[in-house]
């Protein structure tokens, strides 16, 4: 699948978002953060920016952005409508929660905070439902990529409230749950890519041709001499070697490092801890936008069987 | 809405039947079905950079050619892919906007190009490739089944049909109600063994494929006619034979 910029960059983005929505929502009436208003303030206007700056990329995805707002209607069936619908629904309460901070309510602050929390891990749930719903792909459609888009939203969301927490000298609690979904997304995509590397594919030239009955199927001729949507979209392969290599660069800027750096921090404090979580935070971005790159450019579609394997690159 | 209907027992299924055994692989009916759709109910389909190299454009119908099987029993087999009005469509349920139905009254899948985002999930959740995205117009296009030729009571009752089929100089391609067991599409499915494409995919295609007929089995080769000596008239030959025999 192509690894569309618009997409990579908005379910990163977001994601972090959402999860740093996530935490401070949940975090805060604990008094596991800096509980001042201010510091508050500006992890949700954080928060908000990266949902935002995630959201208007996926705009740029659509042959028609103008009518994006026609994809909040159908939730009864479509994972993309009910992320949509997600997505406005948990502005509500982040907007409310921010009013709350600003008029200084203890009590409707975490109220809002919570429901805004209970949104985030809704909205991406349903980010990682709409890859999980698809049978054509069957690298996507495997039990740990939900799991995983919540795992590495968590992570990434926490590493940045333990970023902006250092600064203010209480980001031990965020920086310790960012160790342990750093760790956890680290096991996981490990598990994930083993799993998809060794499972044998459900459909083959054979079941796509139906063919197969006459023996193995080779394509011949293709039915076009240039390449195509089909081909574009969902023909993208990358080299094994760079995917090896990318891989890598994922576990470790993605996880690896910024799990040693936040443990660092916990011990360092002070300024020390606020330069190691910021440098953290940044490279658990990085190595979460390879992370994403891989899952488009590694997941395979069933339409490639219909063409010869050197046709899809 | 893009939840699916949900159609009463012996509704209709319009769809193909699209024979592999007698298919020749000459693209007429990919050739008619753009020519007809250009202008038709999901016009245009456009192509892009279509004087030079790197041209290509949006198609409802490809058509493929295999090899399948090794040796002797190994065929050449072309192959028309296009939408499979699939009873169980996903390309239909991902959609977010509804643009994308499923018709109830006879199974027929289109895009509304006016309410279409151009996302592009649909064609993800399409196993076979029957969607490609018009660039031009930002929307998605797709097979109709000849919508506008089917139910067009300006053209002759025997037009009535998609261009692919009306066209096809083999007669491959049959179209039909495959909801009634007993419309001529359904006779032949069940006397050819016809197929669906993908079956553990669970979209439950209403088109069908079927397969090449098997061939005759060829008999054991001649024998090469061996005169006996004594057959042979000429005494010269005769004597040759008999020195070369030796």
């Known amino acids: 699948m192509r690894p569309a910029p618009s997409i990579v960059v908005f379910t990163t983005l977001s994601g972090a978002g959402y999860g740093l929505l996530f935490w401070l929502g949940l975090l805060r009436p604990l008094g596991l953060v800096p509980g001042d208003a201010p510091f508050a303030v500006a992890a949700l206007l954080l928060a908000l920016a990266l949902v935002t700056a995630g959201l208007l990329s996926s705009l740029a995805h659509l042959g028609r952005p103008e009518r994006a707002w026609r994809a909040l209607s159908q939730w009864r069936s479509s994972w993309l409508s009910r992320e949509g619908v997600a997505a406005v629904a948990t502005y509500v309460p982040a907007g409310l929660l921010l009013l709350a901070l600003l008029l200084e309510r203890r009590a409707m602050a975490t109220l809002f905070g919570l429901l805004a929390a209970a949104g985030a891990a809704a909205t991406v749930y349903c980010t990682g439902m709409i890859y999980a719903s698809l049978r054509p792909v069957r690298e996507w459609r495997h039990p740990l990529v939900v799991p995983g888009y919540l795992t590495f939203a968590a992570f990434s969301g926490a590493a940045l409230l333990a970023m902006l927490g250092a600064f203010r000298g209480g980001g031990a609690a965020p920086a310790a749950l960012a160790i342990l979904a750093g760790a956890g997304g680290f096991v996981l995509k490990r598990a994930y890519w083993a799993a998809i590397d060794s499972a044998p594919p459900a459909s083959t030239p054979e079941t796509a041709t139906g063919l197969g009955v006459l023996g193995a199927v080779r394509a011949l001729d293709p039915p076009h001499t240039e390449t195509n949507y089909l081909l574009r979209e969902m023909g993208f392969r990358i080299a094994r070697r760079h995917a090896a290599r990318l891989r890598l660069v994922a576990l470790a800027a993605g996880f690896a490092a910024p799990v040693a750096l936040l443990a660092l921090a916990l011990f360092a404090g002070g300024a020390v801890a606020a330069a190691l979580a910021t440098l953290a935070a940044a490279l658990g971005l990085l190595g979460l936008l390879v992370e994403r790159w891989l899952m488009f450019a590694e997941a395979t579609h069933t339409v490639t069987l219909y063409y010869p394997p050197a046709a899809a690159r | ?246």
């Not at chain 2, 939840?3 to 050739?31: E, F, N, R």
């Not at chain 2, 119908?61 to 469509?89: D, I, K, W």
């Not at chain 2, 064609?123 to 089917?150: F, N, S």
Request: aromatic share 6%.
């Open chain 2, 1 to 246: 809405m893009t939840s699916l209907p949900d159609p009463p027992p012996g509704a209709k299924k319009l769809g193909l039947v699209i024979d592999l055994d007698t298919c020749v692989g000459c693209h007429a009916c990919a050739v008619n079905c753009k020519e007809w759709n250009t202008s038709g109910h999901l016009a245009p389909l456009p192509d892009f950079n279509p004087y030079a190299a790197g041209a290509e454009g949006v198609w409802f119908n490809r058509v493929h050619a295999y090899e399948a099987g090794e040796g002797e029993a190994g065929r050449t087999v072309h192959f028309p892919r296009s939408c499979l009005h699939c009873e169980q469509p996903a390309c239909v349920t991902v959609c977010p906007t509804g643009a994308s139905y499923k018709r109830a009254e006879d199974g027929i899948v289109l895009v509304n190009p006016e309410t279409c985002i151009g996302c592009g999930l649909c064609a993800w959740a399409c196993p076979y490739g029957a969607r490609e995205l018009d660039e031009d117009a930002g929307v998605m296009k797709k097979c109709t089944l000849c919508i506008d030729r089917i139910y067009n009571e300006t053209l002759p009752e025997a037009e009535r049909q998609p261009a692919c089929v009306l066209t096809c100089p083999a007669r491959a391609r049959h179209f039909g109600d495959l909801g009634d067991p007993e419309s001529a599409v359904s006779r032949l499915v069940r006397e050819r063994g016809g197929y669906d494409l993908m079956p553990e995919m669970g979209y439950r295609p209403v088109n069908k494929y079927l397969p090449p007929r098997r061939r005759a089995a060829a008999g054991a080769p001649p024998q090469e006619a061996a005169p006996r000596a004594e057959e042979i008239a000429n005494p010269l030959l005769r004597w040759v034979d008999r020195v070369l025999s030796r």
